[in-house]
């Protein structure tokens, strides 16, 4: 698989970078999560329009218009012969010295991952996940916003960590202030009296590019949906849950914090989504190959 590296395509055993770039030192720069199927990559545009604004609320200033951005991962995508792929845009702060001064790194270090999507295994969409909150609660927006897809992923890793050690492929996790917020890699909903909800963006989230799909094909379904704040208590007496995410499309959630969620079983809504969801990636994608699609 071809890396792109600021302009130059190289061999993945070659494909490396200084140990002074400030993406490793200290985790400061932004990336990317996107994917592409049968030859379209999906939601492009949202994608590299949240790229470019968690650049700007760095301070960080992308060397590649937006056009050209599109342009170098489309190019990498074709290198490398793909058209069901996961993609990972990387951009850093650039290579500096040992201080933590972002004006010590005058270039930033762009990278593209490309590779062969990896899919959940499909017994979590029919089964439905099983989940659990735990203690690392987000970040406090003040402190990093969490609407920020920076390289500085710690906290959510944390989270992760206490999911492995409870046995769970996905946690909870509450702000602050004690409010539902989101998952580790993953956005969440719930559904009660056919009423879909979602945390606002305030509440100190990643605005996710699925949950946004998602609240559009469930209002084009003609179910309200509302962004608000809510707690666990809200969860536990849902009629449905799922989460949404570039990886886990949408999926079902049955259990949490051991608590059966409605009838324990991925519910009606949640799998009309699912498959209205799964359609919608057919169609609504840049295309990687334009002569062939
Ligand atoms: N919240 C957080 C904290 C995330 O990291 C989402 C929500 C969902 O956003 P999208 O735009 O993907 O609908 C994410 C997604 C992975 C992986 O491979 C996922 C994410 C980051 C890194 C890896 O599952 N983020």
């Known amino acids: 698989m071809l ?41 492009l545009d949202e994608h590299l329009q949240r790229l470019y604004d968690s650049a700007k609320a760095i301070m960080l200033e992308i060397p590649l218009s937006i056009e050209e951005m ?10 490398n012969n793909l058209y069901d792929a996961y993609i990972r845009l990387i951009v850093t702060r650039g290579v500096g010295d040992l201080g933590l001064d972002p004006d010590k790194c005058p270039v930033p270090t762009i990278i593209i991952i490309t590779d062969k999507i990896t899919l959940y295994p499909q017994h979590f969409y029919e089964e439905g996940l099983e989940i659990a909150t735990v203690s690392t609660r987000r970040n406090y927006s003040e402190a990093i916003s969490p609407r920020i897809k920076s390289l500085n992923y710690l906290n959510n890793i944390l989270a992760k960590i206490e999911g492995k050690q409870a046995g769970v492929v996905e946690v909870l996790m509450l702000n602050a202030e004690g409010y539902v917020v989101e998952c580790s890699g ?66 079902p959630v049955v259990k949490i914090d051991r608590r059966v969620i409605g009838s324990g079983q991925p519910g009606t809504v949640t799998q009309k989504l699912i498959a209205e969801f799964r359609s919608a990636t057919g169609v609504l994608g840049t295309p990687i190959y334009p002569d062939s699609t």
């Open 70 to 79: 599109q342009a170098a991962v489309l190019e990498t995508l074709r290198r």
């Open 186 to 251: 993953d956005n969440v909903f719930f559904i009660r009296n056919d009423v879909v909800v979602t945390p606002p963006t305030y509440v100190g989230i990643l605005e996710g590019v699925t949950r946004n799909v998602v609240i559009n094909l469930a209002r084009e379904l003609g179910l309200t949906v509302e962004e608000r704040v809510f707690t666990r208590h809200d969860l536990y007496i849902a009629d449905e849950c799922f989460l949404t995410g570039t990886a886990a499309e949408v999926i």
């Open 3 to 43: 890396v792109y590296i600021d302009g130059k395509f190289m061999a993945q055993a070659e494909a490396k970078i200084s140990v002074f770039d400030h993406g490793l030192l200290y985790g400061d720069g932004v990336f990317e999560g996107i994917r592409s199927y049968r030859g379209r990559v999906f939601k």
